[in-house]
């Protein structure tokens, strides 16, 4: 099946009884489900369903729709997107004995999940400059004195708020090809996917092990949820955070696996048209006087423009800009539209318009923000699905305002 099927349909297996013959899957809110355990077996993951915190159906049928579309043998539903993160790098790093390599143009708190990670469990953090080149050059100068046991490379395939594209394919490779060579005995390659979705490129596909998701974004698609997805090329490394997901109580609740599996069913549609919006804005923005710089990649001037048309099906709704003017004239901008709203989310219907170096961002250091790119200047947009000419005609309202 192809993706708008699979996004409608998944994999079909409905959790409820013939007489029934819903065409939609129903809302399991059970807590609890009788089960009968027998001595000689281990407890599985997922069938028979025992405890929710463990399993939910609504759960398991919108993870398994995701396994589907993404190529994986195993999907896991969480309570957040950085849940997802967390559970998932607490359940595969192993305290001394795992490095963990990540460009620095992350979402603001995977940076400090990593940092955490490294103050307390003893975990080796390495952090690039943004990029495949600088990522696949701080990877090539590991050394066997490292944490060469366990190998973790941590990155967006399209960046947050940069929206630097990641060549997948390449960082793949060239990770197999080197590390074929030395010591490490397991490598983890964990995309987050956030921006361009399953509709945009399947990180596994290209050669990741793990691909996660805010599925607050995108995925759920109407700013209504919070929650986050694993999906994982292998079993085994699937039931390990599986483990940790349960004792840490971090799984999916079934309200909105329900909302998310509604929302990937227009994904594909919704993807198209907020980056034929995002495109417009974004060459709108470029034209202003009071604009430096539009990040968009889909522009043929973004430094990534070769990579994004090599793995990107979808370049998104996320458009980047740095104002000519201050860290007040930014906050001015945000402050001066009418119908977008100023917040710190993306991925859904309404426009939100974002100042990262005050917000998302704003544990980073002063030099962090610098050599990410992450300036007062600068303005992300998270392009919605309403009536472009309004948005521009907002936007230009606002950079007005700038003196
Ligand atoms: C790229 C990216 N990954 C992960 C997250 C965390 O997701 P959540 O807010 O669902 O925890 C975010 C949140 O903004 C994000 O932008």
Request: charged fraction near 25%.
């Amino acid at each position: 099946m192809r993706l708008n099927t699979l996004l409608i349909h998944g994999s079909r297996k409905v959790h409820t009884p013939p007489a029934v013959a819903s065409v939609i899957e129903p809302l399991y809110v059970s807590a609890v489900y009788s089960f009968h355990p027998q001595i000689e077996k281990e407890i599985p993951h997922k069938v028979p369903f025992k405890y929710s915190r463990e399993d939910n159906p609504t759960v398991s049928y919108l993870e398994e729709k995701i396994r589907l579309i993404e190529g994986g043998e195993d999907a896991l539903a969480f309570s957040s997107g950085l849940a997802a993160i967390n559970t998932i790098l607490r359940a595969l790093a192993e305290p001394e004995k795992t490095t963990i390599v990540a460009p620095l143009d992350l979402y603001g708190s995977s940076i400090t999940v990593l940092k955490n990670l490294e103050q307390r469990e003893k975990i080796k953090l390495v952090f690039s400059l943004p990029g495949t080149k600088s990522l696949l050059d701080v990877i090539g100068s590991l050394r066997e004195k490292d944490n060469m046991d366990n190998l973790i490379i941590f990155f967006e395939s399209v960046s947050n708020p940069l929206l630097r594209v990641y060549d997948i394919e390449d960082i793949a490779k060239t990770i197999r090809d080197i590390f074929s060579k030395k010591m490490s005995k397991n490598i983890y390659i964990i995309v987050d996917n956030t921006i361009p979705t399953c509709a945009g490129a399947r990180p596994i596909e290209l050669g990741a092990d793990i691909t996660v998701y805010s599925a607050s974004k995108y995925l759920g698609g109407h700013n209504d949820i919070i929650g986050g997805i694993g999906v994982f090329k292998d079993k085994d490394t699937a039931l390990r955070v599986w483990d940790e997901r349960r004792l840490s109580g971090t799984v999916m609740d079934p309200f909105t696996a329900f909302l998310t599996d509604r929302g990937l069913k227009t994904l594909a549609l919704r993807m198209r048209k907020h980056e034929e919006n995002a495109r417009a804005v974004a060459e709108f923005l470029r034209e202003h006087s009071k604009i430096k710089e539009v990040i968009y990649p889909g522009l043929s001037d973004h430094p990534d423009y070769k990579i994004a048309v090599k793995i990107l099906r979808c370049t998104s709704g996320i458009v980047s800009f740095r104002i000519r003017g201050t860290l007040e004239d930014a906050l001015r901008v945000c402050k001066n539209t009418r119908i977008i709203v100023p917040g710190v989310s993306f991925g859904g219907t309404e426009s939100i318009i974002t100042h990262p170096y005050t917000t998302t961002h704003r544990y980073l250091s002063e030099e962090e923000r610098r050599v990410t790119g992450v300036t007062p200047d600068l303005i992300r947009l998270s392009v919605g699905l309403e009536d472009p000419e309004d948005l521009i005609e907002d936007l230009d309202r606002a950079l007005r305002s700038i003196p």
